[in-house]
């Protein structure tokens, strides 16, 4: 009776193991199934094409008119096939699927290796929901993914020869010529096994009573020879690690944030250094029952997740044994009273509320949510635009380098990029446009020195604005909510340009102040807008326009009806919700107001003027210390507002702070010394000066 009892019970915490597993893998997948919103999958899936057709790898680089006598030579060959060939059979919607399945893999070998250990499975989980979800920012359609499951896998088969549970190590040199070809991140996996044999060395020249014996170390220090020579069949050869080192700082260069160093001001970066934080105080606690190959492993692999985000991945790979096997040391050391009773249904609860209040954190972000699904952002991947310039224009075109990789896939090989976010576009972009993008004359002599006859901007485009393709020598021709096609005057488009050419829309803003002081040319504005609403897709931008045109007009609640169809069609459109918070002010809708201007700063945390309309509607309310504390978040963003500095200045003197006022005050002057208000700030100075 007492064998069939203890073999059911064992039978049922199997089954709630599984099922427990099964649910917080099954949550971490579904959550990482999100929409591709970055630009390099696109040239990775182009690479991946070009190999296939030609049957070889490339040598220079095939794609740019810009760098074709460069040598390019891809890295990640292997996996660009790979994605390649999913994109022929399923599409976007295949390769992100392919993806986070790639992703949940990962997870569920490291599941295995620690399930070797004598660990409670809800410590385990729980950590495992915690990392799996807080990691999603690294799950994109990339080789690093491969990267991600290879040193798993090889983190689970040294453990298991260490340990004993297995005696082969022959493959890994071979999945090691795999992995080299599949990304460059082999190279932790050699990392990770020289780590491992010099804390086995250390443990048999110490003498340590769990030392390895020698047939094993040397059986080890043979898989590392093997390992290094296996890194080198790759088609870049030696040159695969000059490059490995230099790619972080030319990434860090171009202001590519996943190569910038880890930092608590940093709110993507803030959640991995507490995890960190907390995994050096259990190591800490539990230092001298831990395996010095742990120590070691988090001691190397700790530094570059320190000084760039990217790494933090395979960090948090190699060290989940040492972080769940400290943990379970150090809750050890706990009162009794406070420990769960394992095997107990209510203790397979945690992982699940572990799991739940990770992804409620998620899902509270408005552009969390909107990143779900299987589909690709076109702020990266402007299809309309692309499609227009195939259709009607003609000549090179000069391209957003974002914008690069979508150029490629969609046109290649009718039509060449300018420049993409591969390695040397990023040097491309260091030793020239960089010198050159805020000086209008010498960006013009770029683009005669290419012969550029079109140009196809970001919408949000700050460096390459309207100041740099100026209407004198450039004609707007299209535009949408995610993307400007301009074309030179007098080139090879000047017959579609004098159809198609838009004269009084402003690709920045759309409505210009100028526009909307002058009746005349507001009317012949409406009319475009109205033609990119009859023609083309439904722009958000367009609707937002129309609803600054209402406004002026005086139809506040036509205004207010555009913003939110503005906001319905693209939900991050952050000057959609901007307006419509200014528009329900001007109401009385005070809630409403505060609701749509946080979320205009949900969408876009950068987005000065949604800080400032957020300040003057507390000012308006009379809480003074919130409206200076938003009004001053703005500044410290754009210290070029002069409304923020006029408000701002009413607020402190309105606090007694006059000095702190007069300040403000002659800085909104100092901007705009023609603003309608010029003269009663002026006097208001006056007065605060006593004169």
């Not at 896998?153 to 890994?172: P, V």
């Not at 690069?404 to 009718?414: K, Q, R, S, V």
Request: proline share 5%; with cysteine.
């Amino acid at each position: 009776m007492s064998n069939n009892s203890s073999k059911a019970r064992k039978t049922y915490n199997n089954v709630l193991d599984i099922v427990v597993s099964g649910l917080v893998l099954t949550g971490i997948f579904v959550m990482s199934i999100r929409h591709i919103s970055e630009p390099d999958p696109f040239w990775h899936i182009a690479t991946g094409n070009y190999i296939l057709s030609s049957l070889s790898i490339p040598r220079f680089d095939p794609f740019t008119f810009t760098m074709s006598h460069i040598p390019w030579t891809p890295t990640e060959w292997l996996s660009e096939v790979i994605f390649s060939l999913i994109f022929k059979v399923a599409g976007f919607p295949g390769l992100i699927l392919f993806t986070s399945l790639a992703y949940i893999s990962t997870f569920l070998i490291l599941l295995l290796l620690v399930r070797t250990k004598k660990i409670s499975p809800v410590i385990i989980l729980s950590l495992l929901a915690v990392i799996g979800i807080d990691r999603l920012r690294h799950c994109h359609p990339r080789p690093q993914i491969f990267t991600y499951i290879f040193l798993a896998y090889f983190s689970f088969a040294l453990d298991s020869f260490i340990t004993g549970r297995s005696r082969r190590l022959w493959h890994i040199p071979l999945l090691m010529v795999l992995w080299v070809n599949l990304h460059a991140g082999a190279l932790s996996g050699l990392a990770l096994i020289a780590t491992i044999v010099l804390a086995e060395t250390i443990k048999k020249f110490a003498g340590s009573d769990t030392a390895l014996d020698g047939p094993k170390i040397i059986s080890l220090v043979s898989l590392l020879v093997m390992t290094f020579l296996a890194i080198f069949l790759n088609p870049n050869g030696y040159d695969l690690i000059p490059w490995v080192l230099k790619h972080p700082e030319v990434n860090k260069g171009v202001g590519n944030i996943e190569f910038f160093s880890m930092s608590f001001s940093n709110p993507a970066a803030r959640s991995g250094l507490i995890l960190i934080c907390m995994l050096a105080a259990f190591m800490a606690l539990s230092f001298r029952s831990l395996e010095l190959r742990d120590i070691l492993v988090a001691g190397v692999f700790l530094p570059p997740a320190l000084m760039m985000q990217r790494a933090s991945a395979e960090f948090f790979i190699v060290t989940f044994p040492a972080f769940a096997t400290a943990i379970s040391l150090g809750m050890r050391r706990l009162p009794r009273r406070i420990k769960w009773a394992p095997g107990k249904a209510i203790s397979a609860l945690i992982p699940l509320v572990v799991l739940a209040a990770m992804i409620a954190r998620y899902l509270n972000s408005a552009p969390f949510v909107h990143s779900l699904g299987k589909d690709v952002d076109p702020k990266y991947y402007p299809l309309s635009a692309i499609s227009f310039i195939k259709k009607s224009l003609k000549g090179p075109v000069f391209n957003d380098i974002n914008l690069g990789g979508a150029f490629i896939l969609e046109t290649y090989p009718e039509h060449k990029a300018f420049w993409d976010t591969r390695f040397h576009s990023d040097e491309m972009y260091l030793d020239t446009i960089r010198k050159i993008e805020g000086d209008p004359v010498r960006f013009q002599e770029f683009l005669d020195n290419y012969g550029i006859e079109v140009g196809l901007l970001e919408k949000d485009s700050k460096e390459l604005s309207r100041v740099m393709f100026p209407t004198d020598r450039w004609a707007l021709l299209y535009w949408d909510d995610w993307a400007n096609v301009f074309a030179r005057r007098n080139g090879v488009n000047s017959k579609v340009i004098s159809k198609l050419e838009y004269h009084f829309v402003d690709p920045a803003g759309i409505v210009s102040k100028d526009a909307l002081q002058n009746p005349s040319v507001l009317a012949s504005l409406k009319k475009e807008i109205d033609r990119v609403l009859r023609d083309g897709p439904l722009s958000s931008r367009a609707l937002l326009a129309l609803a600054q045109i209402e406004a002026k007009q005086g139809h506040l609640e036509e205004a207010i009806d555009r913003c939110i169809q503005a906001i319905d069609i693209n939900p991050s459109n952050e000057s959609a919700y901007n307006s419509l918070g200014t528009f329900l002010a001007r109401k009385g809708d005070m809630k409403g107001a505060e609701k749509a201007l946080r979320s205009a700063i949900e969408w876009n945390p950068g987005f000065a003027m949604s800080y400032t309309n957020l300040g003057i509607l507390y000012a308006q309310q009379g809480q003074r210390n919130k409206a200076q504390r938003f009004l001053m978040k703005a500044l410290s963003i754009n210290p070029s507002l002069p409304e923020a500095h006029l408000y701002l200045g009413m607020v402190l003197l309105s606090m007694q702070n006059k000095a702190g006022a007069l300040s403000h005050l002659s800085d909104t002057l100092r901007l705009d010394p023609h603003q309608e208000k010029a003269e009663d700030i002026q006097r208001l100075i006056r007065q605060i000066e006593g004169k």
